[in-house]
């Protein structure tokens, strides 16, 4: 079982970039699709962006396009996820997910495997 751990988060300016890393445990990560979702308090976790197993295809949530970047490098086994022109509106506590069958989906039951997050603040 892949294990995941995010990094990165940190109190930021708007304006300002982040870029967040999702370190897997071994190389099985290279043939999962990843993803990343947010959750603000009193929300549901939503779905930023997501990258298939070879990282070719990438799909992002409208309110991201543009602003943020999905990676991925294999020989490190780690996902990124750059952010730039953060907004208030993206403070959240963001989580990476790996999906077994190598697809991205932006669908939170569809993933098998999560991290424990990483807390982003954003002040005006």
């Known amino acids: 079982q892949v294990q995941l751990v995010e990094s990165g988060g940190g109190l930021v300016q708007a304006g300002d970039s982040l870029r967040l890393s999702c370190a897997a445990s071994?190389?099985?990560?290279?043939?999962?699709?990843m993803g990343w979702f947010r959750q603000a308090p009193g929300k549901e976790r939503e779905f930023v962006a997501a990258?298939?197993?070879?990282?070719?295809?990438?799909y992002y949530a409208d309110f991201v396009k543009g602003r943020f970047t999905i990676s991925r490098d294999h020989a490190k086994n780690t996902a990124y996820l750059q952010m730039n022109s953060l907004k208030p509106e993206d403070t959240a506590v963001y989580y990476c997910?790996?999906?077994?069958?190598?697809?991205?989906?932006?669908?939170?039951?569809?993933?098998?495997?999560w991290g424990q997050g990483t807390q982003v603040t954003v002040s005006s």
């Open positions: 071994d190389g099985t990560f290279n043939y999962y699709a």
């Open positions: 997910a790996a999906r077994r069958t190598g697809v991205q989906s932006t669908q939170p039951i569809s993933y098998d495997y």
């Open positions: 990258i298939n197993w070879g990282g070719g295809t990438t």
